[in-house]
């Protein structure tokens, strides 16, 4: 569910915003380009529901905007996208089983050399929920699994639809 929280930001971001256009899912903010924007699930909390337990993650999005001007024109320009991307997540549930997308906290961020580089680099918190449902065993080896095909071009460059070789690799064996 993690990995989907933090994919369907990045889609309805992507899809939303004019600009910046680039939105991916990482950690670091040392963007090359800028504007960016980073979506990363940092942490949560957990909370005994019932019969089964939920995990409150912390979504972080990290906005790192340039302007080699002023410092003021860096928040001019980076002020709209904030707002933005808060108007398009608040109470936002991504048609996923999650609680809405509530807004925490809005930090920056921004390392000296950045600065030194004109940017600002501001996190915007968000807090969600989603129920961890019981799993079988068999289900927990699939979480675990990993397949991966692979597809080999032939001499013309050309790429079939057939995997030339197949891997299975589950994580936690040696």
Same mark, same amino acid.
């Given at each position: 569910?993690?990995? =989907?929280? !933090?994919?369907?930001?990045t889609e309805r971001l992507e899809a939303k915003l004019a600009e910046p256009k680039i939105v991916g899912i990482d950690e670091a903010h040392g963007a090359l380009k800028?504007?960016? /924007? +980073?979506?990363?699930?940092?942490?949560? *909390? %957990? &909370? *005994?529901?019932?019969?089964?337990?939920?995990?409150?993650?912390?979504? %972080?999005?990290?906005?790192? %905007?340039?302007?080699?001007?002023? @410092?003021?024109?860096?928040?001019?320009?980076?002020?709209?996208?904030? !707002?933005?991307?808060?108007?398009?997540?608040?109470?936002?549930?991504? $048609?996923?089983?999650?609680?809405?997308?509530?807004?925490?906290?809005? +930090?920056?961020?921004? !390392?000296? *050399?950045?600065? *030194? !580089?004109?940017?600002?680099?501001?996190?915007?918190? %968000?807090? #969600?929920?989603?129920? /961890?449902?019981?799993?079988? =065993?068999?289900?927990? @080896?699939?979480?675990? #699994?990993?397949?991966?095909?692979?597809?080999?071009?032939?001499?013309? $460059?050309?790429?079939?639809?057939?995997? =030339?070789?197949? =891997?299975?690799?589950?994580?936690?064996? &040696?």
């Open positions: 569910m993690l990995t =989907d929280i !933090e994919e369907k930001i800028v504007p960016s /924007i +980073d979506v990363v699930v940092g942490g949560g *909390k %957990f &909370e *005994k529901v019932s019969q089964h337990y939920k995990l409150n993650p912390t979504v %972080f999005v990290v906005v790192t %905007f340039q302007n080699l001007r002023s @410092v003021k024109d860096v928040r001019k320009g980076v002020y709209p996208i904030l !707002e933005a991307i808060v108007g398009l997540l608040v109470r936002n549930t991504l $048609g996923l089983k999650i609680d809405p997308l509530m807004p925490r906290r809005l +930090d920056n961020i921004t !390392e000296e *050399k950045e600065a *030194k !580089e004109g940017k600002i680099v501001l996190q915007l918190e %968000f807090e #969600t929920g989603f129920v /961890i449902p019981k799993v079988s =065993d068999e289900e927990l @080896v699939d979480l675990l #699994t990993v397949g991966l095909n692979y597809y080999l071009a032939a001499p013309d $460059g050309s790429i079939d639809e057939t995997a =030339d070789a197949a =891997d299975e690799i589950t994580l936690g064996e &040696e």
